[in-house]
């Protein structure tokens, strides 16, 4: 590994810190690391102390706003697109904007409390909004949740750390493929071209696990910086809507792991974690930071976990970059990976939780199983019914979801035809929440005819057929070079 001295002397401090088992804080100072993956010293500047320089993120974010809220702002709105859900008998007329294109901003988001079911936090992964947020935006805002993604992407370039710009206005982005990147900026962030714009390598990891610990922590600081900006300057939001969840994808399940704000987690109705395993793997610092919200949020809050068995990142498979790393003489992590949140949600004693795990599926499970993942979380959001575990085996109070028939977006990332739709009967018109309310129906009636969708799993790919090349992001790239997304 090449450094330069001073970050030779972090480090070592760092591994004094880590055998002691504890788990140190960044250093203060910019460092150069050396990425043999890509063969690339990587130069870090210290990140800024100042909660206000991480605005950019919730002054950029993107807002899905459901279809009773957007027949009663519509004068509010500009530059919006359609957000479709999936198929067309879902719950539709959902807009997908950036939050400076409402008229009145955060200030208007909370003047929706009464046409909303409540609010959504998202997590985006590490390629920004897109992909797996953008369909929990779709999936929560066709049941009238008002859904709102933090852009950490939209980080100006005078901060050297990391960011897409430009970004895109709601209306540039393209919201009509429910397998697609949904891109919201025209720049690019990977492959170190920025510090913090990473792709996960094996050699980039063990080479030196000291300094990848140190790396992957400046990841968690970033986005907790950014998400204290927003909790902090949004507590009316918060506290105007009787629900509010939080949902994280990929990288943003590992922030929503670790992130704990009293101002928000006081609000929390709920938390997910898609394309995560809660438990010390590569991604992590050590073996503290696994614990949920640092083991300082109530112990009742709801907790949902949906991973896909085969996860090439922190699966349960002994090909995951999770359980590779932790096997690896020069890797840490835990002495056995789970590939789930349960063992974590046990040891803390968290009392309502429940784990998915999806059979023959990657990361992150939509993309094969959609079906039973929007089941499983409406059924969580209090939405939908309990009829999703009907195909699937409780093992160990973990939910083992076998693929059954053709999934959602497989081969090759794009809508596959013979999904079988579960939403809707074809021979009936969907009866949509916003719909119900100018009925004056009872809420409950709102979404049977998409909370029926449980009871459906979705197609059987087969792994080898996807270990050849996937496309990610307007890009075809060989699998073991993803960034998590």
Same mark, same amino acid.
């Given at each position: ?40 010293n ?9 909660t ?26 500009s ?5 479709? /859900? ?5 719950p539709?007329?959902?807009?997908y ?6 008229s ?12 909303a079911?409540? *609010?959504?936090?998202?997590f ?43 970004v ?18 025209t ?5 170190? /071209? ?34 204290d900006?927003?909790?902090?300057? /949004? ?10 969840y939080?949902?994280? /994808? ?10 704990y ?11 997910i ?19 949920i ?108 979801c ?14 596959n ?30 979404v ?14 087969s *792994?080898?057929a ?12 060989? *699998? ?6």
């Open positions: 590994m090449r450094t330069s001295g001073v970050a030779s002397g972090v480090f070592a401090a760092w591994g004094l810190a880590i055998a002691r088992g504890e788990c140190p804080t960044l250093p203060t100072e910019e460092r150069t690391v050396y990425m043999p993956g890509h063969n690339v990587v130069t870090i500047p210290a990140l800024p102390d100042d206000a320089s991480y605005s950019y993120a919730a002054e950029n974010a993107l807002v899905a706003i459901p279809a009773a809220c957007v027949s009663e702002f519509a004068g509010d709105i530059n919006a697109a359609d957000l479709l /859900n999936k198929n067309d008998c879902d539709q007329g959902m807009k904007l950036r939050i400076q294109d409402l009145g901003g955060y200030s208007k988001l909370k003047e929706m409390k009464d046409c079911e409540g *609010l959504v936090l998202g985006h992964g590490s390629g920004g909004p897109g992909w797996g947020a953008v369909q929990y935006a779709a999936i929560t805002s066709g049941v009238g949740f008002v859904h709102i993604i933090p852009d950490s992407m939209a980080m100006p370039d005078s901060m050297g750390l990391k960011g897409k710009l430009p895109k206005a709601g209306n540039e982005i393209t919201t009509t493929d429910y397998c697609g990147s949904y891109s919201s900026a720049g690019k962030c990977s492959k170190f /071209n920025k510090p913090f714009c990473y792709s996960t390598k094996f050699d980039n990891i063990i080479s030196d696990s000291t300094q990848y610990r140190m790396y992957v922590e400046g990841v968690y600081q970033i986005r907790k910086r950014e998400n900006y927003f909790v902090e300057n /949004n507590q009316d939001l918060l506290s105007a809507f009787s629900k509010v939080a949902i994280g /994808n990929s990288e943003g399940a590992m922030i929503l792991n670790r992130y704000h009293a101002d928000l987690h006081k609000f929390l109705s709920g938390m974690f898609d394309g995560w395993s809660c438990e010390y793997n590569y991604f992590l610092p050590c073996a503290d930071a696994a614990k919200c640092g083991d300082e949020c109530d112990k009742s809050i709801p907790l949902l976990n949906l991973i896909g068995a085969g996860d090439e990142y922190f699966g349960r498979v002994e090909t995951s970059m999770a359980a590779r790393v932790a096997a690896h003489d020069d890797g840490y992590g835990a002495a056995t990976i789970t590939g789930n949140c349960h063992a974590t949600f046990t040891s803390q004693s968290f009392t309502d939780t429940t784990t998915v795990v999806f059979g023959d599926t990657e990361h992150t499970p939509k993309y094969w199983n959609d079906n039973v993942v929007r089941a499983a979380t409406l059924d969580f959001m209090g939405k939908g019914t309990t009829s999703w575990k009907d195909g699937c085996t409780e093992v160990s109070d973990v939910w083992e076998p693929l059954t028939g053709a999934a959602t977006c497989m081969p090759g990332w794009t809508r035809a013979d999904e079988v739709n579960t939403c809707a009967s074809e021979t009936e018109e969907p009866v949509q929440e916003w719909e119900v309310r100018k009925l004056g129906l009872s809420g409950g009636t709102a049977i005819t998409m909370a029926l969708a449980g009871a459906f799993a979705v197609g059987l790919v *792994l080898g996807l270990m050849g090349k996937r496309v990610r992001g307007g890009g075809e790239k060989p *699998l073991a070079s993803l960034a998590v997304e």
